[in-house]
Nanobody, 118 residues
């Protein structure tokens, strides 16, 4: 059974930091692009960061050097370290996985809430 389980969300004040973690089971992330997405109330889901099996990493422009995505293929996990958070970062954050065969995100976690106070 394929599963992605996020953890680490919570409430912080502006300027604070959070570390999100995504634990994968039922498949091996080393063959997948792993990504973090987010969805704020009333807005569409947007990509935050991606880490490919070849260690290529991309970030959305709004990250501006504040977030770091990292993957541990041995532990089958992918993390998102977020620093200097602002209220605009308030959203539900989702972990997603795309196989190299399709490059489409087929697996999604249930999401974890991040709330940043002003």
């Amino acid at each position: 059974q394929v599963q992605l389980v996020e953890s680490g969300g919570g409430s912080v004040q502006a300027g604070g930091s959070l570390r999100l973690s995504c634990a994968a089971s039922g498949f091996t992330i080393s063959h997948y692009i792993m990504a973090w997405y987010r969805q704020a109330p009333g807005k569409e889901r947007e990509n935050v960061a991606e880490s490919s099996w070849s260690t290529m990493i991309t970030y959305a422009p709004f990250v501006r050097g504040r977030f770091t995505i990292s993957r541990d293929n041995a532990r089958n996990t992918v993390d998102l370290e977020m620093t200097n958070l602002t209220p605009d970062d308030t959203a539900v954050y989702f972990c997603a996985a795309a196989p190299r065969e399709s490059l489409e995100y087929e697996y999604w976690g249930q999401g974890t809430q991040v709330t940043v106070g002003s």
